[in-house]
């Protein structure tokens, strides 16, 4: 797939453990964003359940850092949408069609890139992908 700017990637997904990643306008391994989607409301681990920017050093989180968890638990099947917006910056997950305060954010300072999924130290399930893109 090319490099995309405005993106809705919308996935039936099921964390085996706490979390998973979906990653967008990825330029290279230093530069990119990404929603971490985790059973945790970010208050003990603060690197979950949030928006992340990372550009040549580390990880910002560029989203509130209080909210409710995208996940109830892991080990079953959520549907969850991420929409880019190319020409705002805006970026906003849901989960089961409800929106997640914590994963909204704003960032311009990226343009089109790759987009990825995944998880950093656990696993998860991912089916049902679909990937829109502006332009395409």
Do not use: C
């Not at 099921?14 to 989607?37: C, E, K, N, Q, T």
């Not at 997950?93 to 995944?118: F, Q």
């Not at 998860?124 to 992908?129: D, G, L, P």
């Amino acid at each position: 797939m090319p490099d995309v700017g405005g993106v809705t990637v919308a996935a039936d997904v099921m964390p085996l453990g706490r979390s998973l990643l979906i990653v967008f306008a990825y330029r290279d391994a230093a530069h990119f964003d990404y929603a971490h989607l985790s059973t945790d409301t970010g208050e003990a681990q603060p690197y979950h359940n949030g928006i992340f920017h990372v550009y040549g050093g580390e990880r910002v989180r560029i989203s509130p850092e209080r909210g409710p968890a995208a996940f109830a638990a892991g080990n079953r099947w959520y549907h969850v949408t991420l929409t880019r917006d190319s020409a705002t910056g805006a970026v906003r997950v849901s989960v089961d069609g409800k929106a997640i305060p914590a994963l909204e954010a704003v960032d311009a300072s990226l343009g089109a890139g790759k987009i990825g999924l995944g998880s950093f130290d656990e696993t998860a399930q991912f089916k049902n992908v679909r990937i829109s893109a502006e332009g395409l």
